[in-house]
């Protein structure tokens, strides 16, 4: 018998306020396997977000009302208590939020946090404290930097101290919604391939939340688009942007520019072709 997907979405709808409400989320099948990259593109207002943020169980902390089915390694999210999707969080499945000041307590160290959700996690505070730091030198941090406020690190940083966590957990599916899309572009370059990094380690799936069709081309092995709450396209990436079928996505190659011009490469290629060991260039710079 094959291994159910690590993410299989049915016939999910997601709504806000009263009911009949229209669901701004219709997703029929969406389906990640182990070390899966999917790419969610999307105009804005697209449902990209939402799409994410309910794989996590965390919409419903917005009063959306969400029908069907989500499995995550054959277990059913829909419905979950919630004290039982918060252990999911972290070591299962982990968000890297488009904000991800939002992600850390602004009156806390963000090595607390990290400590703690590893803590929760079964490390003891000897094993916490190992993989804290290895994890933070993966990403091109150090111990140090544990011991700063979220606002004394920059946007980037704190997106790389969110991956440490993720890498130190071994998540098996990480959602990240725009996590480039503050940074400049050498640090965006180190955040994806920190990603790819991650998939390679650990066998990491991702989402990939991006307005971006350029860097989700480079960047994924499907790109999915969702329009309207739909998704219209969910094909490999290549074939996606070589051919697309529906003309709204037409309409989204068209506006980003960087596609018209040289073949894009990047981490999911590196990957395909056994070639995972590059670091992003430098070291404890600041993203
Ligand atoms: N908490 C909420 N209450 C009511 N409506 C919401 C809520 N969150 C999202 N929506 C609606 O759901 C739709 C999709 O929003 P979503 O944030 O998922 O879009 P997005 O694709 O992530 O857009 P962007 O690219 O701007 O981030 C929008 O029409 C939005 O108004
Ligand atoms: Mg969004």
Same mark, same amino acid.
């Given at each position: 018998?094959?291994?159910?997907?690590?993410?299989?979405?049915?016939?999910?709808?997601?709504?806000?306020?009263?009911?009949?409400?229209? &669901? %701004? +989320?219709?997703? $029929?099948?969406? @389906? !990640? =396997?182990?070390?899966?990259?999917? #790419?969610?593109?999307?105009?804005?207002?697209?449902?990209?977000?939402?799409?994410?943020?309910?794989?996590?169980?965390?919409?419903?902390?917005?009063?959306?009302?969400?029908?069907?089915?989500?499995?995550?390694?054959?277990?059913?999210?829909?419905?979950?208590?919630?004290?039982?999707?918060?252990?999911?969080?972290?070591?299962?499945?982990?968000?890297?939020?488009?904000?991800?000041?939002?992600?850390?307590? &602004? %009156? +806390?160290?963000? $090595?607390?946090? @990290? !400590? =703690?959700?590893?803590?929760?996690? #079964?490390?003891?505070?000897?094993?916490?404290?190992?993989?804290?730091?290895?994890?933070?030198?993966?990403?091109?941090?150090?111990?140090?930097?544990?011991?700063?406020?979220?606002?004394?690190?920059?946007?980037?940083?704190?997106?790389?101290?969110?991956?440490?966590?993720?890498?130190?957990?071994?998540?098996?599916?990480?959602?990240?919604?725009?996590?480039?899309?503050?940074?400049?572009?050498?640090?965006?370059?180190?955040?994806?391939?920190?990603?790819?990094? !991650? =998939?390679?380690?650990?066998?990491?799936?991702?989402?990939?939340?991006?307005?971006?069709?350029?860097?989700?081309?480079?960047?994924?092995?499907?790109?999915?688009?969702?329009?309207?709450?739909?998704?219209?396209?969910?094909?490999?990436?290549?074939?996606?942007?070589?051919?697309?079928?529906?003309?709204?996505?037409?309409?989204?190659?068209?506006?980003?520019?960087?596609?018209?011009?040289?073949?894009?490469?990047?981490?999911?290629?590196?990957?395909?072709?056994?070639?995972?060991?590059?670091?992003?260039?430098?070291?404890?710079?600041?993203?």
């Amino acid at each position: 018998m094959t291994a159910p997907p690590l993410l299989h979405l049915r016939d999910v709808r997601v709504s806000f306020g009263h009911e009949p409400a229209e &669901p %701004v +989320l219709h997703i $029929g099948e969406l @389906v !990640l =396997r182990r070390g899966d990259f999917l #790419g969610i593109a999307g105009e804005s207002g697209a449902g990209k977000t939402t799409a994410g943020l309910t794989v996590l169980g965390l919409t419903r902390h917005a009063g959306a009302r969400v029908t069907g089915s989500i499995r995550l390694a054959g277990e059913e999210l829909v419905g979950m208590p919630e004290r039982r999707l918060r252990r999911l969080r972290g070591a299962t499945m982990a968000l890297i939020p488009q904000n991800p000041a939002a992600a850390f307590s &602004p %009156v +806390l160290p963000v $090595g607390t946090t @990290v !400590l =703690r959700a590893l803590r929760l996690h #079964g490390c003891t505070r000897a094993e916490a404290r190992l993989r804290a730091a290895t994890g933070l030198k993966g990403v091109g941090l150090h111990e140090g930097h544990l011991s700063r406020y979220p606002h004394q690190l920059s946007g980037g940083q704190l997106q790389r101290v969110a991956i440490a966590l993720a890498s130190a957990l071994s998540t098996r599916l990480l959602v990240a919604d725009e996590p480039t899309s503050s940074l400049d572009v050498t640090a965006q370059a180190r955040i994806c391939a920190l990603l790819a990094e !991650l =998939r390679a380690a650990h066998g990491t799936a991702v989402l990939f939340i991006s307005h971006d069709l350029a860097l989700l081309a480079g960047l994924c092995d499907r790109i999915a688009v969702l329009h309207r709450g739909q998704v219209i396209e969910d094909r490999p990436a290549a074939d996606l942007v070589a051919a697309p079928r529906a003309e709204h996505t037409r309409r989204l190659l068209a506006a980003a520019p960087r596609l018209g011009g040289p073949a894009v490469s990047g981490p999911a290629e590196e990957y395909r072709e056994g070639r995972n060991d590059r670091r992003g260039e430098g070291t404890a710079g600041d993203a």
